[in-house]
């Protein structure tokens, strides 16, 4: 049987991983402000972006709910620092030309996930994600070599986005609504750090207008692909949205190749080979079990 896909949620789906794929195009542009300064003004946009929807939407109530619930605030906490410190990573990697490292730490990001379900959740590995994570150490091994170094960035990205999605486990909640109490977390330190910067002149909102727009304008650009995913993994099988999220590393890829022309050495493509075996090999397996739940789910129906 043949589930047909919701046009609508393919739509939200694409466009959220298109916008998230040319996202590295967006933050060079608020140079000179460096990438903490940009990190502070994400968070304070941010949160007035979805403080504004939430409310058209009668859920103010709501948020204030999640951040009173002190049975989940420090996995509300530890979730703010995990997002924080993948944006921040994110950012600094784009405005200093890391295009190509920065997608391949989406690329690895399942696989990190996979290791991380075994480590907390104690989940049983098939063939094939042995064989993916196998792949996988191959690549990060052979890059290292490549890059004279292991490939940090990529490392620090995966590894704090596995961990963020890892507490999200334990800290449900609305993806709007998730987003305005993790960015009201950080809404001191970063409100602190553009009054600071402001004090002693160095802050860049406000200096002129493109500037400040483009600032204000991380918070819209950070909610509505979120909204549009959220939209998607509402309407689509999870197998879907999983392989939906390949979209976005491929573009920035591609923008690092073949629009900053970074260099790929033989070395570097044979890593991501490696790296794109392994997310092979998570596809299949991922729809293979889709496949065998869709299967059950009939059986058990009739």
Not at 50 to 72: H, N, S
Request: aromatic share 12%; hydrophobic share 55%.
């Amino acid at each position: 049987m043949t589930a047909k896909l919701d046009r609508r949620g393919l739509i939200y789906g694409v466009s959220a991983c298109l916008i998230w794929g040319f996202f590295p195009l967006y933050w060079p542009l608020l140079r000179p402000a460096f990438a903490l300064e940009i990190l502070a003004h994400r968070v304070v946009w941010s949160l007035l972006v979805c403080i504004l929807l939430l409310i058209g939407q009668r859920k103010f109530q709501t948020l204030m709910r999640l951040v009173a619930d002190r049975r989940r605030i420090w996995w509300l906490v530890g979730s703010s620092l995990a997002l924080s410190a993948n944006w921040l990573t994110f950012i600094w990697a784009v405005n200093n030309n890391h295009f190509t490292e920065s997608a391949l730490g989406y690329y690895i990001n399942p696989l990190v996930m996979v290791f991380l379900g075994v480590l907390v959740y104690k989940e049983q590995l098939s063939q094939r994600q042995w064989l993916a994570g196998g792949s996988g150490a191959i690549a990060v091994l052979i890059l290292s070599f490549a890059y004279g170094r292991p490939p940090w960035i990529a490392l620090l990205i995966a590894t704090t986005w596995g961990l963020y999605g890892v507490i999200k486990k334990h800290f449900n909640g609305d993806a709007l609504e998730s987003l305005a109490a993790e960015t009201l977390v950080l809404l001191i330190p970063a409100l602190a750090l553009l009054i600071y910067l402001g004090i002693i002149g160095k802050g860049q909102f406000g200096i002129d207008f493109k500037s400040s727009l483009l600032l204000s304008g991380a918070g819209i650009i950070t909610t509505l692909p979120l909204l549009m995913f959220n939209g998607a993994a509402t309407r689509l099988p999870l197998s879907i949205t999983g392989l939906l999220q390949y979209i976005q590393p491929s573009v920035q890829f591609l923008l690092g190749v073949l629009v900053l022309h970074e260099k790929m050495s033989r070395d570097r493509w044979i890593g991501f080979g490696f790296i794109w075996l392994s997310l092979l090999l998570l596809a299949i397996d991922m729809l293979r079990n889709s496949g065998r739940t869709l299967d059950d789910g009939v059986a058990k129906a009739h």
